[in-house]
């Protein structure tokens, strides 16, 4: 069964550091991985989306890396900005497409 | 733009109603999902659909059950309101990702349940 782990569950940093989150699963035979965003109260928006067979996916400051055959991804977010404070998942499709998420890491950046 | 909408955004209802949450899609996606969100809990896979009229349970079936009648459309029906479904509740869809590259999901913008 297909587990997703997110650590640190909190992390707080100054405004303009660079930083990392991290992900981890344990079941590599997975089509993708997709990095989410939440802000209190609210839905899911969709960040990034890596494909299995890419290393890395880019949109603007953020940089999504995966590599599966040891079950992890990172999430790197440069020059952080009090905007980015949100607790941010990332999920899997397990092998019927039913989408298992980790708990999230609540990142608060500090002005 | 992918649209994923949830009937409401706030709810507060009685104990023991019947309660409908509605997600609508438009991005003719075959796989919709109905997830619960608690603090220190995560989400969890209440239902899943893989088509019209097809639904497999998820981690928290119990006490919900679900309807799956057109494709853009799937509802999550607590059957007698209880006060320990207070909750959000987030609809979700996308493509079966066979590594194609669609394998995006999209949310819905989440409904908070208050079962009083």
């Known amino acids: 069964k297909q587990e997703v782990t997110q650590i640190p569950a909190a992390l707080s940093v100054p405004e303009g550091e660079n930083l990392v989150l991290n992900c981890s699963f344990t079941?590599?035979?997975?089509?993708?991985l997709q990095w989410f965003r939440q802000d209190p109260g609210k839905g899911l928006t969709s960040l990034l989306l890596?494909?299995?067979?890419?290393r890395e996916q880019t949109s603007g400051r953020l940089n999504a890396s995966l590599d599966k055959s040891s079950g992890r991804s990172t999430l790197y977010i440069a020059a952080s900005q009090p905007g980015d404070s949100a607790t941010y998942l990332c999920?899997?499709?397990?092998?019927?497409?039913?989408?298992?998420f980790g708990k999230g890491t609540r990142l608060h950046i500090l002005p | 733009d992918v649209k994923v909408t949830q009937s409401s955004r706030y709810l507060v209802k009685r104990t023991g109603e019947k309660v409908f949450l509605e997600c609508v899609q438009d991005?003719?996606?075959?796989?919709m999902f109905w997830y619960r969100q608690d603090p220190g809990l995560g989400l969890r896979l209440i239902y899943f659909?893989?088509?019209?009229?097809?639904?497999e349970k998820g981690d928290i079936p119990e006490g919900y059950s679900v309807s799956r009648e057109k494709k853009e459309r799937f509802s999550l029906i607590l059957e007698s309101a209880s006060t320990n479904q207070t909750s959000m509740y987030l609809c979700?869809?996308?493509?079966?990702?066979?590594?194609f590259g669609n394998g995006e999901a999209f949310f819905g913008q989440g409904t908070r349940l208050t079962v009083v």
């Open positions: 979700a869809s996308s493509m079966p990702d066979r590594g």
């Open positions: 079941d590599s035979a997975i089509y993708n």
């Open positions: 890596i494909q299995s067979s890419q």
């Open positions: 999920a899997v499709p397990n092998r019927d497409d039913k989408i298992i």
């Open positions: 991005m003719d996606h075959e796989n």
């Open positions: 659909s893989y088509d019209v009229k097809m639904k």
